[in-house]
């Protein structure tokens, strides 16, 4: 796979983007509702995460729609474990009432997760170059 072009933004064209238009989202539901008043606030350390982001990547309309989950996004995007599952958990019902997301951010999830898979390959992980001694 070819190695995404980065380009550093400043925070205010980020946060741009992702405010652009947001009065075009789609009406809720009550359940969305309370869900995104849980913390309907992007962070200013999500708007750094997502600048650092290749453009192509970034998921601004998740951001929009549903700035809670990018918010927790970026605080686990150092700790991989923790962030895989949880990139891997909102794609997954594993509860069975859930609606999905609409086509545009699931299509940001799935390209944000691949991305990340990128990042950090299946058995890359820095404790495996550590001898043990048995």
């Known amino acids: 796979m070819k190695t995404p072009e ?3 933004l400043p925070i205010a064209e980020v946060r741009g983007d992702v405010e652009r238009d947001a009065s075009a989202v789609d009406e809720r539901t009550p359940v969305a509702d309370r869900a995104a008043h849980a913390n309907a606030v992007l962070l200013d350390e999500t708007s750094r995460w997502l600048a650092s982001l ?18 927790s ?5 150092r700790r991989v474990r ?8 909102l794609m997954l019902d594993d509860r069975g009432n859930r609606a ?6 699931a299509k940001e999830l799935i390209a944000l997760r ?9 058995g890359e992980d ?8 048995e």
């Open 6 to 8: 980065f380009k550093k």
């Open 54 to 71: 290749p453009a192509n990547i970034r998921p601004l309309t998740c951001a929009r729609r549903f700035p809670r989950i990018v918010n």
């Open 73 to 77: 996004i970026a605080d686990l995007w």
């Open 82 to 89: 923790q962030c895989e599952e949880y990139l891997d958990s």
């Open 100 to 105: 999905g997301f609409p086509l545009d951010v």
């Open 114 to 122: 691949s991305y990340y898979a990128d990042l950090h390959p299946k």
């Open 126 to 133: 820095a404790w495996e170059l550590v001898e043990r001694d």
